[in-house]
């Protein structure tokens, strides 16, 4: 845990630092490409530090993470297939949140893998490379269990990464 968890202003300053406009780019190019696999939808939020609210009451990163589901409306996908990676710098937490329709389908602990290499490439400094690489074996996950037809389809949430 970092001096950021109690200083949110800090925890914004992480954000913009390591997740530039040209990482966010990057992100936003892996959403799309993957998209075009599967007919899930997959949201990639990041927050430098906890509301202080939530932090007075204790709240985890999981329940941060389920909050910001629903209010970037993840869950209201036409299939039900919405994901969303949430990312808290100031915890070095990140969690993947599912919809529905995949929950039911990929076990928890498929996704606390993904989530522990993102968190690794992370630790080493490369933003960039384990957001990229987190957002592709999402969308793999996807195209095995909503995989595309080909056709073209609504993009139902924003490829761009949501700086929270």
């Known amino acids: ?38 007919q899930g939808q997959v949201c990639f939020a990041i927050e430098g ?4 609210h939530d932090l007075a009451r ?24 919405g994901v969303l990676i ?3 710098l100031a915890e070095h937490a990140i969690e993947i949140v599912a919809d529905r329709g995949i929950a039911a389908r990929v076990a928890q602990g498929e996704w606390q893998a993904l989530c522990d290499r993102m968190r690794d ?4 400094g490369d933003h960039e490379r384990g957001a ?5 074996a ?16 609504a993009n139902e949430l924003p490829d761009r990464p949501v700086l929270l």
């Open 138 to 153: 999402v969308s793999a996950i996807l195209a095995l269990h909503f995989p595309g037809d080909g056709s073209a389809k």
């Open 86 to 88: 949430y990312v808290l």
């Open 49 to 52: 530090a906890l509301p202080l």
């Open 132 to 136: 990229v690489e987190g957002v592709s």
């Open 58 to 81: 204790g709240r985890t990163p999981r329940a941060r993470a389920h909050e910001v589901f629903a209010h970037l409306r993840v869950w209201d996908t036409e299939h039900n297939s």
């Open 1 to 38: 845990m970092s001096i950021a968890r109690y200083f949110p202003l800090i925890g914004h300053w992480s954000v913009r630092r390591h997740f530039p406009a040209a990482v966010l780019d990057a992100i936003q190019r892996a959403i799309a490409a993957g998209e075009r696999t599967h």
């Open 121 to 124: 490439r992370f630790a080493g």
